[in-house]
């Protein structure tokens, strides 16, 4: 497979990032939103695999696990439109933007971890659901010392962390374990879309372009519309 080089190369795995991090973000401020005023269940265990699965699509495009550490921030940054729009602090966002970078420290991790390995479904789905159940753990310990919201609280006892990991970890891990292969698959396949030279490279960078506007506009007028 011949495959782009140099700059143009790092150029489009600049722009990929920026698509699956603003995608995440969509995620996170839209749907989550949605998820709630539907009054969902396992609305946190949605968004994480929604999350991971996207993380996952990072994986089977770029096969380089460090790249993934650059797409929690993008998706921070959407989710803290909430701060120049509603003029609220960035503690606001802080428990839930500290989930987003563990997860993605957690799938990075995992993808190092595991290595060639991942051509495997079973390895796939192991992947994602240890990653999680690591995210997960993580985000109890820390979150209680960032800014914990009324809900984490409420596992704050001598049990409250196997309670949490029971109610909220295992869920994380079940999604992730579904999205993790959904979108590693995903990526192998967009991997020649956008790593192999190509006659239209217009419609990627189009395409993109749209993306990115489209998930960070969408966003922010959520945001602005009080969801």
């Not at 839209?30 to 969902?40: D, F, K």
């Not at 799938?107 to 991942?118: D, I, Q, S, T």
């Not at 006659?199 to 945001?223: D, E, H, N």
């Amino acid at each position: 497979m011949n495959t782009k080089t140099g700059k143009s190369q790092t150029m489009d795995m600049v722009i990929a990032i920026m698509v699956l991090g603003s995608l995440w973000g969509l995620s996170e401020v839209v749907l989550s939103s949605a998820l709630r005023a539907a009054g969902l269940p396992f609305r946190a265990g949605i968004l994480t695999g929604i999350g991971v699965g996207l993380l996952a699509v990072a994986v089977g495009l770029f096969r380089r696990p460090a790249l993934l550490v650059l797409i929690p921030p993008i998706t921070m940054l959407c989710k803290q439109l909430v701060v120049p729009i509603l003029h609220v602090s960035v503690l606001c966002q802080a428990n839930s933007c500290l989930a987003v970078l563990l997860e993605g420290l957690a799938v990075a991790g995992a993808a190092y971890l595991v290595g060639r390995r991942l051509q495997s479904r079973l390895v796939q789905t192991a992947s994602g659901a240890s990653a999680a159940l690591a995210a997960a753990g993580a985000f109890y310990v820390l979150g209680m010392r960032v800014a914990p919201c009324n809900y984490l609280l409420s596992f704050n006892s001598p049990a409250g962390f196997v309670s949490f990991m029971l109610v909220e970890g295992l869920v994380w891990a079940a999604f992730s374990a579904v999205f993790f292969p959904l979108g590693y698959a995903a990526g192998a396949r967009l991997r020649e879309a956008v790593l192999v030279p190509t006659s239209k490279p217009w419609l990627y960078y189009a395409t993109s372009a749209a993306l990115v506007a489209g998930s960070w506009a969408a966003s922010a007028l959520t945001i602005a519309a009080g969801f």
